[in-house]
């Protein structure tokens, strides 16, 4: 049996959850809203973080560990009528460190976005602590580095196919669009994120899989998403 926890507003595994649901996996659903006690998490890695996923007795965690395992053993289920399909591959033969270069980069800029919101979450910004204004500094650096690395408006990191990159850098811009990190990313000079952002929202398993607005006080959600406010959790 596979089963997956995570957080509803945490973007690494929502990358997951749309990568099971391209494989049309089923799994068991472990959403939380917010982390739950250590001893819980202990159950499923020694991280404490999620996402975690199980399939029968292996237990993994990492969102990259995640994905590579997925993709390695599971083949793609057919992609919606008249949209590319997942690749087959994380990385190009032809163009593996260059991919793999790009996936640490994306890692990093979803790593850099979480400390953000995290820390805002506590009442800390980039206005008043220079850690945070690095790490969102490093985000506008890192948009604007992939922006020339897709092919076009009309296509993704790799051509033809939806990359797991793609995924990625669309989960993330997502993610900012649901948080109030105070972070803008749609500027004039990157339409072509601004275009896969698009494009990607409206692929079935992104909209399956939605990222919901989250702030301090939030404490449940509605069936359509709109957050439910109660003491600060």
């Known amino acids: 049996m596979r089963r997956l926890r995570y957080t509803l507003g945490s973007p690494f595994a929502r990358i997951v959850r749309i990568v099971l649901d391209e494989k049309g996996l089923d799994y068991q659903h ?7 006690s250590a001893e819980e998490r202990l159950k499923d890695g020694p991280t404490l973080q999620v996402p975690a996923f199980s399939d029968g007795d292996l ?21 919606p009528p008249g949209q590319p399909p997942l690749t087959e591959t994380i990385h190009r033969p032809d163009r593996e460190v260059e991919d793999k270069l790009l996936s640490a980069t994306l890692n990093t800029l979803g790593e850099s976005l979480v400390i953000v919101a995290q820390c805002k979450f506590v009442g800390v ?69 601004a275009a896969l952002h698009d494009r990607l929202a409206a692929r079935p398993s992104f909209s399956a899989n939605p990222v919901w607005w989250f702030d301090v006080g939030v404490t449940g959600y509605q069936d359509d998403g709109t957050p439910i406010f109660g003491e600060p959790i």
């Open 30 to 36: 472990i959403e939380e809203i917010t982390a739950s």
């Open 125 to 193: 910004t980039a206005d008043d602590n220079a850690y945070v204004a690095r790490n969102a500094s490093r985000v506008q650096y890192i948009l604007d580095w992939v922006e020339p690395l897709t092919f076009s408006e009309q296509e993704g990191f790799f051509p033809g196919v939806i990359s797991i990159q793609d995924i990625a850098l669309a989960c993330y811009l997502m993610y900012i669009d649901k948080r109030p990190t105070g972070i803008e990313w749609r500027v004039p000079n990157r339409p072509r994120n």
């Open 59 to 79: 237990k993994l965690w990492d969102s990259t560990v995640i994905v590579d395992y997925l993709m390695a053993k599971y083949p793609n289920a057919a992609p």
